[in-house]
């Protein structure tokens, strides 16, 4: 039996019991739905899954903050759309843009430095920004319940890996510090990097060229690519995951497929079809009829939100 | 105090030698060289470094069994080359292939199927078929001194990864079983994969397209891709594994850098330069001048090759 509370973020109810009876099934031999710890794989989408994205994801305000060096590094790329809207925070161009024009601006502005030295930055940039609404370093603006769900699962000889839309090494740079997570276990949107030899030595050089955009299907070819193995347990909040969510629900035996829905305006905010950045309107439709599919609201199943929360 | 020989098949002297003080360097806190369990990170070839590659690699002869098939299931593409060739074992037309043609023929041949299919073939084919010469089980040709090497770095909280010019999902189908390395720890060579839904049901289809030859530099880049951190130690065997082992010598702190010399042709073979296939030439000039590099010698640094010698 699993000792005491390991979800205390979460308020008694159906959907915190199905997600324990689901792990106790998994993890007990001679159950029905015994998996071995080799077969226990969990895939969790990042912005708004794991932490908050909204006004816009964190990354965003950190593309947004780099492009502000802009007019002393590289005047003639300033004056140029869409640095120039970006740089005179022009909502009605910025709010144009899709996702995918977001990822790959973002990708094609941080090129010709090594992954490490764009983790550093990155590193550094998220140990001093703060969320405009919390006030709070953005890396503490992640979801109390997630983290303990992921602390649960691992515990369970689960391997959890972060399947994200956003920037690979971006949320590599921070996923160890604040879910435990190690690079390795981080799947996302990617440029080219090419290895060459500067001073005789062996480097990674991050490339302009968009490589894979982790978004809807590819994010499962991408799990099929870095795993190889179908999850027993997919979490994500948006349109964007729901094949994930379909991938992981049609696998043979029990099998767990959870979509959170953000209708806490008061504690974080409520928003889903509306969200042009990363909108969730099939999701909410397709997720209930699938085996294992669940709804989590996070007004109702979450006891407490973020964990700087008194 | 490393306990006991962790390294029984490896003959005492500087080689065991400089791999146990250099495991012992990593682990020990307070160490100069002391490295925190996340980042121990050990890649290794497979194909002639972890299992024989002599005659051909052990993947050939798969493809060479399936491409059998061809005369019954597509009469038409049995009499095109480079099947015919194949089928009519004409070695003068085969010994023209490079590696690359090999495995874009192999990937080429196992499509439309998902990558779980495609490992229970493999797994099949594994479980039944024998090397030529020892008359043994193909999953048994491993090097019992990289098994040690592979479990003692585990042991040790090394994380352990495959990174071969192979095809990533035959790798996948046996790494677990053989080395106990999981699917996720295998970086290969792939095609493209294809989400899609058959009879309403998510699955992942291989193309016949190539996505990526895992050969030289692009080994380094998809050690960035998959994992996101510079090893500590490589293992390799031909210059296919130059650029991994350059890159690992070349981080901060004490790196281990190893290509086997495959110079025992009583218990396995001696071949270098003239193996078309995989030709080991410049590694064996460069190896020794790097920081941490090390020429293991088949002949002279093991007690034992095979898990099945008495």
């Known amino acids: 039996m699993i000792a ?10 159906e959907i915190k019991s199905t997600i324990l009876n689901f792990v106790q099934q998994i993890i007990t031999p001679g159950s029905p739905d015994y998996q071995l710890p080799a077969e226990r794989i969990a895939v969790f989408d990042n912005d708004g899954t794991l932490w908050c994205e909204q006004p816009i994801q ?5 593309l947004l903050d780099q492009i502000k060096k802009l007019p002393v590094e590289n005047p003639v790329l300033a004056a140029q759309q869409p640095f120039k809207a970006l740089l005179e925070n022009d909502r009605a161009v910025i709010n144009t843009f899709t996702k995918k024009e ?3 601006l973002f990708l094609g502005t941080h090129t010709g430095m090594s992954p490490e030295s764009f983790m550093g930055n990155a590193t550094d940039w998220l140990d001093t920004s703060k969320h405009p609404r919390f006030q709070q370093l953005f890396k503490t603006c992640l979801f ?4 303990e769900l992921l602390d649960f699962l691992k515990a369970n000889e689960f391997k959890n890996y972060i399947v994200t839309g956003g920037g690979m090494d971006f949320v590599r740079a921070i996923a160890e510090e604040i879910y435990d997570i190690p690079a390795e276990q981080v799947i996302g949107s990617t440029s080219k990097v090419k290895y060459q030899l500067v001073d005789d030595l062996p480097v990674l050089t991050k490339l302009p060229e968009l490589n894979s955009f982790n978004d809807r299907e590819v994010k499962v070819e991408n799990i099929g690519l870095h795993i190889g193995r179908r999850p027993l347990l997919a979490f994500g909040n948006s349109d964007g995951d729901l094949a994930m969510l379909h991938y992981t629900s049609a696998g043979e035996g029990k099998r767990l497929a959870l979509l959170l829905h953000h209708d806490d305006a008061e504690r974080e905010y409520a928003y889903d079809r509306d969200f042009k950045l990363s909108p969730c309107i099939e999701a909410l439709e397709v997720v209930p009829q699938l085996p294992g599919g669940v709804i989590v609201s996070m007004k109702q199943d979450w006891q407490k939100v973020f964990p700087f929360e008194g």
């Not at 005491?4 to 109810?13: H, T, Y």
């Not at 109390?144 to 983290?147: G, H, N, S, T």
């Open 58 to 62: 964190i990354q965003i305000f950190f």
């Open 4 to 13: 005491s509370d390991p979800l205390p973020s979460w308020r008694p109810g």
């Open 144 to 147: 109390q319940p997630m983290r």
């Open 102 to 104: 977001f990822i790959t």
